[in-house]
């Protein structure tokens, strides 16, 4: 958890160096009805560095653009108070963007808003809106956003349900799936009051947060929530009697146990020798600091697996006792890998390789606890972010029983305190982030806040209808700004003692006799599942895995503008599945059922099930902004049947890229964008101004300081992605902030 307060640090300072000009203040007000009312942005109230600009794309012909600050107010006037739905149509420049946004004072999240050059909805459902006039106000957080138009829609009859609510492995045991139905009972109907509990060797006791509650509010939580991380460390770890007081909480004191996994591995791994033991000073969980690979720790064979497998069979013997004393546990391995968002970002090893790398290994850890070291006893607790692109990191209904996100909104990041951690009391029940992970993940999870500073308020989380399943409260770590749960700045003593004492919270006395023994509940049946062998660390073992059946999957794509020089365009489409799986499908595009069109492509993946295809689609008219991607089939065929058996895949990136006509530029610096001779943050301005606006700063703009062709020449010193890109800013960046040497794109 010691992460937590610098987790937006650099995308902060890249925000800070962004600056352009500009103020305009104007203010609208509608009335919401029961068809959506549109709200232009144009129209706001603004303040800071955000312009009105011309957009022919627009639904008003004009849009605000956010740089580098600013805050954006809508008045919107409704007739009665209650829920509502919001729908921004926005686009971030250049990548993934979020703004914090605020209902009439009210923080409600971060605002994720998807990479683009034309307008994406962003829906945030069960906004509570009072009669009369409501302020609607977008603060800068991280990165340039444009703004065409908002949407206001009430909402009737909003349930709070998940569509799957048994556990996703076939053989969970009886009290696992008593849980399971438990929690399903309460959700949306309650809150589930939880604690986690602090380290061994802390600055206080292991009991000192849940006397606090007994003393201050006369209950102790439903849930404690515990970790694996030192007990099975192979470096360091020691038996810290985890397991012994996970069978006192939950035998003894019928509550419920949660279970995360800070689990180290050696800084330089690459000169450790498996088996040896090392000072905890010598390891780290953080990306940065190592160069442990998660995608060797999912693939057997390499020393990494070697040494991610002997803490996972570590870990299995201590859950086979738990299961053997009828004890389940809500497991949260993995936790945060996305970190500050998108593929980059992460701040803990097991998410510093991207999404791809991360799923292979929640996957592997998945079937390798619960099929090859059979544990039956756990309900699988995915962390999502709220993140355009966070559903990227998903590893998949088949592996996910409850999604799980970290609620730190306490802590934020402001420019007058130079974009530092800052930390104020925000009691927010952040309903847009909850229902925006509803929407993410098609309401099949129930949803978990499954770390928190600040739980929030029984008032804002009935009055938002925001059903988190549970919160857990993370410990006091020492200081006032790790304090968590005794620091008013996180939770008064008067909103702890309201929500212990709430009818909505569940604390450990209510919490029913036969919670694991639930009537209806039967044992698994492993008569019912599909048998298949897979590779494991035993070759003689056989596992049980669920028939796979093939579903086509369709992937929208936006197509860029075209730029001047272009002589065609391509669609490169990249796919995981099986080793070896003929894969294939369509880009399809059209305005109806009647004028759709397909232009087919197909391929085989290699030894480790990639595919990587280019489909020209210069056939394509240019009037297209939008097209699909499908595919059609993924099979492996099985030589000894004569038949074609169906196998798992997943489109994980489609792009479309011009190919270029014209005379080709030499560098005459590499990175000098803007022609001066010289390289600093305004070649990083030139670059995302020709990217975010071409018609101004483009080749062809209409700016005196737009981008010239050899500006473009200088400026691509990222040659992973062909032309100029976000990329080619970012490199810059890194250049200035010395984290790489050299801008030549020859340098090794």
Known sequence: MGKKLF????AALMSAAMMLNGVVYSSSTVTAADAPQKIEFEDAKVTGTITVEKDANASGGSALKMTDSGSIELKVTVDKAGPYKLT????????????????NGVSQGALGIPEGSDYKAVTISSIMLKEGENTITIDKSWGWSQFDYLEVESMDNLTIKAAQTTPCDQLATVETQSLMAYLAENYGKHIISGQQEIYSGGPHGLETEFEYLKETTGHYPAIRGFDYGNFCCPLYGSDDGSTDRIIDWVKKKGGIATASYHINVPKDFANYTIGTKLDWSLS????????????????????????????????????????????????????????????????????????KAYKDLWIYTYKTLTNDLNCHNLIWEWNSYNFANSTNWYPGDAYVDIIGYDKYNCTVYLEENNWQPSLRHDDSAISSTFYGLLDKYDCKKMVAMAENDCFSTVENLTGENAGWLYFCTWYDGGSDNINFLSNPIFNTKEDTIAMYQSEYCITLDELPKNLYNKEGITPPDPSKTTTTTTTTSDPNVTTTTAAYKFEVQKKSVTIPAKPENALGKQMVIEVTGAPSASIGGAVGYGTTADDWKNIKWSGNADKDGKLKVVVDISDMPDSFKTCEVQVWWSNVWNAATEKSVDKPYKIENCKVEYLMGGDVLEATMWGDANCDEDVNMADVVMIMQSLANPDKYGVSGDDEHHITDQGLANADVDKTLKGVTSNDALKIQEFLLRKIETLDPSAK
């Open 7 to 10: 987790k937006k640090a650099g």
């Open 284 to 355: 780290t969980y953080t990306a940065k600091e190592t160069d442990f690979s998660p995608s060797k720790a999912a693939t057997p064979g390499t020393k990494e697996n070697e040494y991610y497998l002997s803490t996972l069979k570590t870990l299995a013997k201590e859950f086979n006792k738990l299961e053997a004393e009828g004890i389940p546990v809500i497991w949260r391995p993995l936790h945060e890998a996305e970190g500050g968002g998108g593929e980059t970002g992460s701040w803990f090893w097991w998410g510093k390789e991207g999404s």
């Open 88 to 103: 921004f149509y926005v686009f971030g420049i250049g990548n993934d963007k979020q703004q914090n946004l605020s209902i």
